[in-house]
């Protein structure tokens, strides 16, 4: 098979490294490369990449993070922030009046330019054989990152991604029904979608990985059955991301 689509094809989370390991330099620089050279709405780059190498600084996001140990002991972990603000700057330069970046859409560029540039890292990495782990429950402690970072107006934490060497083997997960993700011309009736997530319940239930304590569906009922990040609408707003009244939401 042609190399890089094997090495897409055989993406498995991490959750455990190897504290010891060590990226060489080149290494390091290789997967920022290939991170920088991701596709962006208008070759904008709405992203920075901010590599949290200062120990103090990593304990101190672990401690806020507990469910994600792995942040400590990964050889580099990158937080990824959604940037507009080299953007405001263009905008000075030129007298524009940055009206846009309010409204929700800005919102979004921010998020797709960066897990566009977070996947290119991810396939660069583990194709030099390093093991990933993305971390979105930093969004949680958004507030704290965006102190600690010195993040200024219009930039956001989005993820965090751990890069390293592998403590453990993990067995390649299933993925969802084709039917259930993929369609032609129109969106599939919920009859297969139904279908398609039974089956896969059952399949992640035969599976067996030790860390998913509920049946898949349960597992999203739950979830999506309590907000989460309920700071982060109000932290949106002190950053200049999400001021336009039609982005606010009913409690804006």
Not at 216 to 222: I, N, S, T
Request: aromatic letters at 8%; proline letters at 8%; a negative charge.
């Amino acid at each position: 098979m042609n190399p890089v689509i094997d090495t897409l094809c055989q993406h498995r989370t991490y959750r455990e490294f190897d504290p010891a390991a060590v990226m060489p330099p080149d290494h390091v620089q290789a997967v920022l490369d290939a991170a920088r050279q991701a596709p962006s709405w208008m070759n904008g780059q709405h992203y920075s990449i901010i590599r949290i190498t200062d120990p103090a600084l990593r304990a101190q996001i672990v401690a806020v993070q507990p469910g994600n140990p792995q942040i400590g002991t990964c050889s580099e972990y990158w937080l990824f922030i959604g940037d507009a603000h080299r953007a405001a700057r263009c905008s000075q330069a030129h007298d524009g009046s940055f009206a846009a970046v309010g409204t929700p859409d800005t919102v979004l560029t921010l998020a797709v330019d960066a897990a566009l540039a977070a996947q290119n890292a991810v396939i660069a990495a583990e194709s030099l054989g390093y093991a990933t782990c993305f971390t979105g429950g930093i969004r949680l402690v958004a507030p704290e990152l965006t102190e600690w970072l010195a993040l200024p107006q219009h930039t956001f934490p989005l993820f965090g991604l751990c890069i390293g060497k592998p403590a453990v083997q993990m067995r390649l997960k299933p993925r969802l029904p084709q039917a259930a993700v993929v369609a032609e011309n129109r969106y599939p009736d919920d009859a297969l979608l139904d279908a398609a997530l039974a089956e896969y319940e059952q399949t992640l239930l035969d599976f067996g990985e030790a860390r998913e304590k509920l049946p898949y569906r349960e597992k999203f009922a739950r979830y999506y059955a309590r907000e989460y990040g309920e700071r982060n609408p109000a932290l949106l707003r002190a950053q200049g991301l999400l001021t336009h009244p039609e982005g606010l939401g009913e409690n804006g």
